[in-house]
């Protein structure tokens, strides 16, 4: 069966956008956000977010499309990239998927289970609590509650998550992770051809270091500083993201600018070593391995060709 779609993956850092642009101009592509920051309108600078001039060069899908206030789950992730991929092959180009979060790609190739009924002005309660409560305390509730949701989260679960499986099984009296296994998932799995940009720890870590530098450098302050005039605080989904809620003790002038820079280059490196624990383990075995220090010219061209080899054997069988 062929390959409907390639995705290139990794953990922040490792050059998965330069790298899309690149395969996508090449296979006369477009691309599909794999992160679950760059849906959030007004916050570009922090995640990352390919430039105009990026976008307007390769039709790009998934970025902008919600406010930080808004909640955008896996689920809904996996219902409008399988719309975007269908609509891309229509029009005959290539379906480049970009991103570090794993749950989003996850959504694809293992679809998630059919979500079982609550009543909504419970959930809706439930929600407004559980933004008062820290997350370290709901991961402890979730260890008691259902300790293999909590494993299961303990790489890539951020807030959002962690609150939804509580959520469900508080709701339900079941475990969220009961659920995931007695429920049949709502879509089909898609094959998907699945690159991994890996790179030394150490070398990593001196990325991330220099991306916040330079983030700050281009305005990641006034970002921040514009969200919150607009009536943004932590306890909306988008502004949970790193490189925002670290910044906030800043503008209440509860810690010096250094020391939110230094809180966020370490929350950004324990993200990456999540990530990388998740892609070790929870990536199908034929997913390739790419070294991200290599030029980016020999990644395209082995993303490129590869793709090329896929779609040649499908049409020959």
Same mark, same amino acid.
């Given at each position: 069966m062929a390959k409907i779609a390639l995705a290139i993956t990794g953990a922040t850092?490792?050059?998965?956008?330069?790298?899309?642009? !690149?395969?996508?101009?090449?296979?006369?592509?477009?691309?599909?956000?794999m992160d679950s920051r760059q849906v959030y309108r007004g916050m570009d600078?922090?995640?990352?977010?390919?430039t105009a001039a990026e976008q307007s060069a390769i039709p790009h899908h998934g970025i902008d499309i919600v406010d930080p206030d808004e909640r955008y789950s896996a689920?809904?992730?996996?219902?409008?990239?399988?719309?975007?991929?269908?609509?891309?092959?229509?029009?005959?180009?290539?379906?480049?998927?970009?991103?570090?979060?794993?749950?989003?790609?996850?959504s694809l190739i293992d679809p998630l289970f059919s !979500?079982?009924?609550?009543?909504?002005?419970?959930?809706?309660q439930l929600k407004r609590y559980f933004k008062r409560v820290d997350i370290e305390e709901q991961r402890r509730w979730l260890a008691a509650l259902d300790p293999v949701s909590a494993a299961r989260l303990a790489g890539e679960g951020g807030r959002q998550r962690v609150s939804r499986a509580l959520e469900?099984?508080?709701?339900?009296?079941?475990?969220?992770?009961?659920?995931?296994?007695?429920?049949?998932?709502? !879509?089909?799995?898609?094959d998907l051809l699945i690159f991994v940009l890996e790179m030394p720890r150490e070398r990593l870590y001196e990325g991330i270091?220099?991306?916040?530098?330079?983030?700050? !450098?281009?305005?990641?302050?006034?970002?921040?500083?514009?969200?919150?005039?607009?009536?943004?605080?932590?306890?909306?989904?988008?502004m949970n993201a790193t490189g925002y809620i670290e910044l906030l003790p800043y503008l209440r002038g509860e810690v010096s600018l250094e020391e939110a820079v230094d809180a966020i280059k370490r929350a950004t490196r324990r993200y990456a070593r999540r990530q990388m624990t998740w892609f070790r383990h929870q990536l199908p075995p034929d997913a390739i391995r790419l070294d991200a220090a290599a030029p980016l010219d020999e990644l395209a061209t082995a993303v490129t060709e590869q793709w090329k080899k896929e779609v040649n054997s499908a049409r020959r069988n």
């Amino acid at each position: 069966m062929a390959k409907i779609a390639l995705a290139i993956t990794g953990a922040t850092a490792t050059g998965k956008t330069a790298l899309g642009l !690149e395969v996508a101009r090449r296979l006369n592509g477009e691309i599909v956000s794999m992160d679950s920051r760059q849906v959030y309108r007004g916050m570009d600078i922090g995640t990352a977010t390919p430039t105009a001039a990026e976008q307007s060069a390769i039709p790009h899908h998934g970025i902008d499309i919600v406010d930080p206030d808004e909640r955008y789950s896996a689920g809904r992730f996996s219902r409008d990239a399988r719309r975007w991929i269908a609509e891309i092959r229509r029009r005959e180009h290539v379906p480049v998927l970009v991103g570090g979060t794993g749950f989003f790609l996850k959504s694809l190739i293992d679809p998630l289970f059919s !979500e079982p009924p609550m009543p909504e002005h419970r959930r809706e309660q439930l929600k407004r609590y559980f933004k008062r409560v820290d997350i370290e305390e709901q991961r402890r509730w979730l260890a008691a509650l259902d300790p293999v949701s909590a494993a299961r989260l303990a790489g890539e679960g951020g807030r959002q998550r962690v609150s939804r499986a509580l959520e469900v099984t508080l709701l339900t009296g079941r475990p969220f992770s009961w659920w995931r296994q007695a429920s049949p998932p709502h !879509e089909p799995a898609l094959d998907l051809l699945i690159f991994v940009l890996e790179m030394p720890r150490e070398r990593l870590y001196e990325g991330i270091n220099r991306r916040v530098d330079d983030m700050i !450098e281009r305005g990641l302050v006034d970002e921040v500083r514009s969200l919150v005039a607009a009536g943004y605080d932590e306890t909306d989904p988008g502004m949970n993201a790193t490189g925002y809620i670290e910044l906030l003790p800043y503008l209440r002038g509860e810690v010096s600018l250094e020391e939110a820079v230094d809180a966020i280059k370490r929350a950004t490196r324990r993200y990456a070593r999540r990530q990388m624990t998740w892609f070790r383990h929870q990536l199908p075995p034929d997913a390739i391995r790419l070294d991200a220090a290599a030029p980016l010219d020999e990644l395209a061209t082995a993303v490129t060709e590869q793709w090329k080899k896929e779609v040649n054997s499908a049409r020959r069988n």
